[in-house]
């Protein structure tokens, strides 16, 4: 709970798509995604 918060990425959609319900997965990118590195901890499953 003490990390700072990182810049949000920008998202990218393909420009060349103008009807919302033909977006696919390879239509949407995220650029320069940052994360901060895992905690360690124990899990009991």
Do not use: S, W
């Amino acid at each position: 709970m003490t990390r700072d918060p990182l810049p949000l990425p920008p998202l990218k959609l393909n420009p060349a798509i103008d009807d919302l319900f033909v977006f696919r997965f390879e239509d949407i990118a995220i650029q320069g995604y940052e994360a901060h590195p895992h905690i360690p901890a124990k899990v009991a499953v």
